[in-house]
T-cell receptor, first 113, second 111 residues
C-alpha cells in the first residue's frame, strides 16, 4: 500500500523554537507539497518541490522554509515558531505523470505555546 | 483552476446510496474532476477522478455531465465510516498536488 508518512501526529512547541516537520513517501514520486489547514480557510499551499533540491513558494510561504535533499523526503521548517503557526500541517505527493491523484499524509497537528 | 461549488452539508441514512453534487461550470477542456474526502483529523484521501466518461472504482462512481459543467459522486452503500468532508476539485496536467481545497460537503451518515 502506497504511503506518505509524516513524522509526528501531534507536536507541541514553544514560541521561538525551530521546528522540523518531516514527510517521507515510498512511491518514488517527483512532486511533494506542504499545506496547512485551518478552520474556515481550507487547505493552503505553503511550499512545493518538483525535484530534489528544488523548491517553489506556494500561497503562504512566510515564516516557513523547506528542504528536499532526497527524493523521498520533504521537510518543512519553522525557523522561529509563533502562535499563529498553530495548525494542522499536511504533506502530499504526486507522480510526474499527468492527471494522477495526490496522496496525503495523516497530518501533524502542531500547537505553538 | 476552475471554481467548484458544492453543498455545505448533507445527511444520509446508513446503507443507502448517496449522491454528492458538484458544479464546475468554468471547467476547461483539459481539466479533470477529482474527488477526495477527509475524515476528521486525518489527511485527505483520494476517491476517484475523470475527464468526461463516467468512472467507477471500489469506493465510488463518478458521473460527469455531457457538457462537463457538473458532476456527481455516488457512494453506493453509505456506512458510518463514510462520514467525512468531501471535496470536488478541478485540475489539469501534473498539478494535482497544487489543488485548492475549499469547504467541500460535510456528509453525515446516520444509523
Amino acid at each position: 500500500d502506497v504511503k506518505v508518512t509524516q513524522s509526528s501526529r501531534y507536536l507541541v512547541k514553544r514560541t521561538g523554537e525551530k521546528v522540523f516537520l518531516e514527510c517521507v513517501q515510498d512511491m518514488d514520486h517527483e512532486n511533494m507539497f506542504w499545506y496547512r489547514q485551518d478552520p474556515g480557510l481550507g487547505l493552503r499551499l505553503i511550499y512545493f518541490s518538483y525535484d530534489v533540491k528544488m523548491k517553489e513558494k506556494g500561497d503562504i510561504p512566510e515564516g516557513y522554509s523547506v528542504s528536499r535533499e532526497k527524493k523521498e523526503r520533504f521537510s518543512l521548517i519553522l525557523e522561529s515558531a509563533s502562535t499563529n503557526q498553530t495548525s494542522m500541517y499536511l504533506c502530499a505527493s504526486t507522480s510526474g505523470t499527468e492527471n494522477t491523484e495526490a496522496f496525503f499524509g495523516q497530518g501533524t497537528r502542531l500547537t505553538v505555546v | 483552476d476552475a471554481k467548484t461549488t458544492q453543498p455545505t452539508s448533507m445527511d444520509c441514512a446508513e446503507g443507502r446510496a448517496e449522491n454528492l453534487p458538484c458544479n464546475h461550470s468554468t471547467i476547461s477542456g483539459n481539466e479533470y474532476v477529482y474527488w477526495y474526502r477527509q475524515i476528521h483529523s486525518q489527511g485527505p484521501q483520494y476517491i476517484i477522478h475523470g475527464l468526461k466518461n463516467n468512472e467507477t472504482n471500489e469506493m465510488a462512481s463518478l458521473i460527469i455531465t455531457e457538457d462537463r459543467k457538473s458532476s456527481t459522486l455516488i457512494l453506493p452503500h453509505a456506512t458510518l465510516r463514510d462520514t467525512a468532508v468531501y471535496y470536488c476539485i478541478v485540475k489539469a496536467g501534473t498539478n494535482a498536488g497544487k489543488s485548492t481545497f475549499g469547504d467541500g460537503t460535510t456528509l453525515t451518515v446516520k444509523p
